[in-house]
């Protein structure tokens, strides 16, 4: 009996000192967006501050769909994007007044340099005419230090090109756990974070 404690004993100690496993790498993806509400971005656009806040998330397990309103004003707000949040990247379900059909990669998880994927959808402004198709492409630069007015940034430097209402490019820096930190829109310009709240 004492020599079966004995081996217990042993057997126990041994179990407790062992170390524990590593977490697997795609456990520790971090998210390119934050998933609180209440985060807020303050973006310079050209002259103008824009104020975005985010409104609205519901989770399903590590997925999460993160609406994001703008504020104007006197707590004037309007959407500005809706987007899925999750370990494999991001995508945009509607963004500058559009529905997007089926939604849109912006950022693939894990990436690499000259990683790049095609997108087709259509965009749907609700109003009831037929939605206008949008074709085009994303590749990833790689990832790079951003110098923006809210502080420096590791970011994947992401450019695309899109055909719908024309032709047009951008190029967009994301940071984990902030999203947008830079975009430069051959269409309307730059916009560059100027502050960053996180929700702990």
Same mark, same amino acid.
């Given at each position: 009996?004492?020599?079966?404690?004995?081996?217990? *004993?042993?057997?126990?100690?041994?179990?407790?000192?062992?170390?524990? @496993?590593?977490?697997?790498?795609?456990?520790?993806?971090?998210?390119?967006?934050?998933? =609180?509400?209440?985060?807020?971005?303050? %973006? #310079?656009?050209?002259?103008?501050?824009? #104020?975005?806040?985010?409104?609205?998330?519901?989770?399903?397990?590590?997925?999460?769909?993160?609406?994001? $309103?703008?504020?104007?004003?006197?707590?004037?707000?309007?959407?500005?994007? /809706?987007?899925?949040?999750?370990?494999?990247?991001?995508?945009?379900?509607?963004?500058?007044?559009?529905?997007? /059909?089926?939604?849109?990669?912006?950022? /693939?998880?894990?990436?690499?340099?000259?990683?790049?994927?095609?997108?087709?959808?259509?965009?749907?402004?609700?109003?009831?005419?037929?939605?206008?198709?949008? #074709?085009?492409?994303? *590749?990833?630069?790689? *990832? $790079? $230090?951003?110098?923006?007015?809210?502080?420096?940034?590791?970011?994947? /430097?992401? =450019?695309?090109?899109?055909?719908?209402?024309?032709?047009? *490019?951008? $190029?967009?820096? %994301? @940071?984990?756990?902030?999203?947008?930190?830079?975009?430069?829109?051959? #269409?309307?310009?730059?916009?560059?974070?100027?502050?960053?709240?996180?929700?702990?």
């Amino acid at each position: 009996m004492v020599r079966l404690l004995a081996a217990v *004993t042993v057997l126990g100690g041994a179990a407790t000192s062992t170390p524990a @496993a590593p977490v697997p790498a795609e456990v520790r993806r971090p998210l390119y967006y934050p998933n =609180r509400v209440g985060a807020e971005w303050v %973006y #310079r656009q050209g002259e103008r501050e824009v #104020r975005v806040v985010v409104s609205e998330v519901t989770a399903r397990g590590d997925v999460f769909e993160v609406t994001a $309103e703008r504020v104007d004003g006197a707590d004037k707000r309007s959407l500005w994007e /809706r987007v899925v949040v999750s370990r494999d990247g991001l995508s945009v379900l509607h963004d500058g007044g559009f529905e997007h /059909r089926p939604p849109v990669r912006w950022l /693939r998880h894990p990436h690499a340099a000259d990683d790049h994927w095609r997108v087709e959808s259509f965009l749907d402004s609700g109003g009831g005419g037929s939605p206008f198709p949008l #074709r085009g492409s994303f *590749t990833v630069v790689g *990832t $790079e $230090e951003v110098r923006v007015p809210a502080g420096v940034f590791q970011a994947v /430097r992401v =450019r695309g090109r899109m055909s719908v209402f024309g032709e047009w *490019t951008d $190029e967009r820096w %994301y @940071a984990p756990g902030v999203g947008l930190v830079k975009k430069e829109d051959n #269409r309307v310009g730059s916009l560059v974070l100027k502050e960053f709240r996180p929700v702990r």
